[in-house]
């Protein structure tokens, strides 16, 4: 149902007022629902309303977004939001419209009459729109940027908001140096407050943001990566009898609980759910071989709780993206890895699967020699389809992170926050990972496992990195190189330009009806990286 607008009239106006925490709350809940604002929600909120710069870290779903619109709604006027692809502008207007929020985003995607109506819009004494979401290339434009000063003179543009503020550090050196340019709005619009958000936790990306917004003396507020109610453990195949039969017997003592197994080839999501199912446990694999009816049923089986334990390969990230519907199971009690993931980056965000209702739930990750060279390999191999150019940071040293984390004796959990830049002393991990709990049992695996390898692959290492020798066929990953080869092959834009002049690239991604999950965004913004690392390739 349509909420009228109302409390921005409610509120009042004077500077003061507006950032006070009781007014913002009533925002909150009349336009959001939510009873309370959340982490660093209220601090960025007052900040920016007070007009002062702000970065924003804050883990993937841990509401940024709020950041900016309710700073829409606390004033008169307009908020910016850069944002760098269309499909993510689309459905965040998409799902303010439906609160009755006017948003509005403006891409060269959308009919002449409707870029029209938002431009007589913006032109008009009395704009409607509250949130105007662009790309960085359309800003990089001399008319857009025009038009920013003319709604700047006028008293309109309350805030810059630059959602996913890490691409300036990833995509603007050489993908898209646009990104690079926003430092402009700076210096045409210097007394607008800009907010940087990003869910990247890197030092050097927070510095670099900083430096190319020229952001001044901006308030950085840094939430925590901490999954308190994870419990993170990691088992050695090398070491176990039967992999297999391992997960069913832990499957099996957790009772009927909701699971996700990741593995790395379809060829295992369908072994391990058949084998799982022959012992009793409701299983089903969920992989882009899949025709999408037999996944979509998959899927409702699993959401219906009909399933209990979804086999997937990564592909599983963007299944919404396609099966057109809300994603967030919040109940899902174990997050298992089959295969070692390709960074902690990748292992943070699906084990993050995991306890979305708060409720304690666990992390599993089998950790195996073979797997850990497989990966290796695949790893090498994407790093070699990369143009010298490319800065991105290399596959491999993202997945050394993670291999530290399966083969070193400390606390999992402390890795894991370390590997985002988050100090966190080992002794508030308070027994929640099997390091910290079972710390002579982990060490006495690490000890067999060295020894282990190193009679089966005569090194002294634990594992051996070399894989000249690896026959691995690439073919069997086709998920891990390109997770869109299920089908879909709608086109969509991901930057935009108002004159034609800059670069248009054309990305293969869903057109989206819905709001998109946590997940999703993370496999759209993915995909387009990957997207370009091809398409460099190719030049
Ligand atoms: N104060 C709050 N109380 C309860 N729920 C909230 C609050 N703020 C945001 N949420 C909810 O949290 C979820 C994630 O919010 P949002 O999409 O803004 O996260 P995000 O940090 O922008 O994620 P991403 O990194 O994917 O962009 C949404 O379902 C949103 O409604």
Same mark, same amino acid.
């Given at each position: 149902?349509?909420?009228?607008?109302?409390?921005?009239?409610?509120?009042?106006?004077?500077?003061?007022?507006?950032?006070?925490?009781?007014?913002?709350?009533?925002?909150?809940?009349?336009?959001?629902?939510?009873?309370?604002?959340?982490?660093?929600?209220?601090?960025?909120?007052?900040?920016?309303?007070?007009?002062?710069?702000?970065?924003?870290?804050?883990?993937?779903?841990?509401?940024?977004?709020?950041?900016?619109?309710?700073?829409?709604?606390?004033?008169?006027?307009?908020?910016?939001?850069?944002?760098?692809?269309?499909?993510?502008?689309?459905?965040?207007?998409?799902?303010?419209?439906?609160?009755?929020?006017?948003?509005?985003? &403006?891409?060269? *995607?959308? /009919?002449?009459? $409707?870029?029209?109506?938002?431009? +007589?819009? =913006?032109?008009?004494?009395? #704009?409607? %729109?509250?949130?105007?979401?662009?790309?960085?290339?359309?800003?990089?434009?001399?008319?857009?940027?025009?038009?920013?000063?003319?709604?700047?003179?006028?008293?309109?543009?309350?805030?810059?908001?630059?959602?996913?503020?890490?691409?300036?550090?990833?995509?603007?050196?050489?993908?898209?140096?646009?990104?690079?340019?926003?430092?402009?709005?700076?210096?045409?619009?210097?007394?607008?407050?800009?907010?940087? &958000?990003?869910? *990247?936790? /890197?030092?050097? $990306?927070?510095?670099?943001?900083? +430096?190319? =917004?020229?952001?001044?003396? #901006?308030? %950085?507020?840094?939430?925590?990566?901490?999954?308190?109610?994870?419990?993170?453990?990691?088992?050695?195949?090398?070491?176990?009898?039967?992999?297999?039969?391992?997960?069913?017997?832990?499957?099996?003592?957790?009772?009927?609980?909701?699971?996700?197994?990741?593995?790395?080839?379809?060829?295992?999501?369908?072994?391990?759910?058949?084998?799982?199912?022959?012992?009793?446990?409701?299983?089903?694999?969920?992989?882009?071989?899949?025709?999408?009816?037999?996944?979509?049923?998959?899927?409702?089986?699993?959401?219906?709780?009909?399933?209990?334990?979804? %086999?997937?390969?990564?592909?599983?990230?963007?299944?919404?993206?396609?099966?057109?519907?809300?994603?967030?199971?919040?109940?899902?009690?174990?997050?298992?890895?089959?295969?070692?993931?390709?960074?902690?980056?990748?292992?943070?965000?699906?084990?993050?699967?995991?306890?979305?209702?708060?409720?304690?739930?666990?992390?599993?990750?089998?950790?195996?020699?073979?797997?850990?060279?497989?990966?290796?390999?695949?790893?090498?191999?994407?790093?070699?389809?990369?143009?010298?150019?490319?800065?991105?940071?290399?596959?491999?040293?993202?997945?050394?992170?993670?291999?530290?984390?399966?083969?070193?004796?400390?606390?999992?959990?402390?890795?894991?926050?370390?590997?985002?830049?988050?100090?966190?002393?080992?002794?508030q991990c308070n027994k929640t990972c099997d390091a910290c709990k079972h710390p002579n049992q982990v060490a006495r695996s690490l000890e067999e496992l060295t020894t282990t390898a190193s009679r089966r692959h005569n090194s002294s290492r634990v594992f051996i990195t070399s894989s000249s020798d690896n026959k691995t066929n690439e073919g069997q990953y086709s998920e891990f190189w390109n997770r869109n080869e299920?089908?879909?092959?709608?086109?969509?834009?991901?930057?935009?330009?108002?004159?034609?002049?800059?670069?248009?690239?054309?990305?293969?991604?869903?057109?989206?009806?819905?709001?998109?999950?946590?997940?999703?965004?993370?496999?759209?913004?993915?995909?387009?990286?990957?997207?370009?690392?091809?398409?460099?390739?190719?030049?």
């Open positions: 149902m349509k909420k009228s607008p109302l409390p921005v009239q409610n509120v009042n106006r004077s500077d003061k007022n507006v950032s006070g925490k009781e007014a913002l709350v009533k925002l909150l809940r009349w336009h959001f629902g939510h009873a309370d604002f959340r982490g660093k929600q209220l601090e960025a909120i007052q900040a920016v309303v007070s007009g002062r710069d702000c970065f924003c870290l804050m883990p993937t779903g841990g509401g940024k977004s709020i950041c900016y619109q309710i700073p829409a709604l606390a004033k008169p006027g307009i908020v910016l939001v850069v944002s760098p692809l269309i499909a993510l502008m689309e459905n965040q207007v998409m799902a303010l419209k439906e609160k009755g929020i006017a948003a509005e985003y &403006l891409s060269s *995607t959308q /009919a002449t009459h $409707v870029r029209n109506k938002i431009h +007589e819009d =913006l032109d008009s004494g009395k #704009p409607s %729109v509250r949130l105007l979401y662009v790309t960085p290339e359309l800003i990089a434009t001399k008319g857009f940027m025009l038009k920013l000063r003319k709604l700047h003179d006028r008293g309109l543009l309350n805030l810059i908001a630059i959602d996913e503020a890490h691409c300036i550090s990833s995509w603007g050196h050489d993908f898209r140096p646009s990104y690079r340019q926003l430092s402009t709005l700076r210096n045409s619009l210097a007394d607008v407050p800009v907010l940087a &958000l990003t869910a *990247t936790a /890197a030092p050097k $990306v927070q510095k670099d943001v900083i +430096e190319s =917004l020229s952001l001044r003396n #901006p308030l %950085v507020l840094k939430s925590s990566f901490n999954r308190p109610n994870i419990f993170y453990e990691v088992r050695y195949k090398d070491l176990i009898d039967n992999a297999y039969t391992d997960l069913c017997n832990l499957l099996k003592s957790c009772g009927n609980i909701c699971a996700i197994i990741y593995c790395l080839e379809r060829t295992t999501c369908d072994d391990l759910s058949l084998h799982l199912s022959s012992t009793g446990i409701s299983s089903a694999a969920y992989h882009a071989g899949l025709n999408s009816n037999l996944r979509s049923t998959v899927l409702d089986d699993w959401l219906s709780s009909k399933k209990q334990v979804i %086999v997937a390969t990564v592909a599983f990230g963007s299944w919404g993206a396609r099966d057109k519907r809300s994603n967030d199971k919040k109940d899902v009690r174990m997050v298992c890895h089959f295969n070692v993931p390709k960074s902690m980056e990748s292992f943070y965000q699906e084990s993050g699967r995991a306890g979305r209702d708060q409720l304690p739930s666990r992390s599993v990750l089998y950790y195996g020699v073979d797997d850990r060279k497989k990966m290796e390999f695949l790893l090498r191999n994407s790093e070699n389809k990369k143009s010298p150019s490319s800065s991105s940071k290399k596959p491999t040293s993202d997945f050394e992170q993670i291999v530290r984390y399966c083969e070193g004796s400390g606390c999992r959990r402390k890795k894991i926050l370390e590997s985002f830049g988050e100090e966190f002393p080992v002794q299920d089908g879909s092959n709608s086109d969509e834009e991901i930057s935009d330009s108002d004159d034609g002049a800059d670069v248009v690239k054309s990305l293969a991604g869903p057109k989206l009806s819905r709001k998109l999950g946590v997940d999703e965004k993370l496999v759209l913004l993915e995909r387009a990286e990957e997207k370009y690392n091809e398409s460099n390739k190719q030049v």
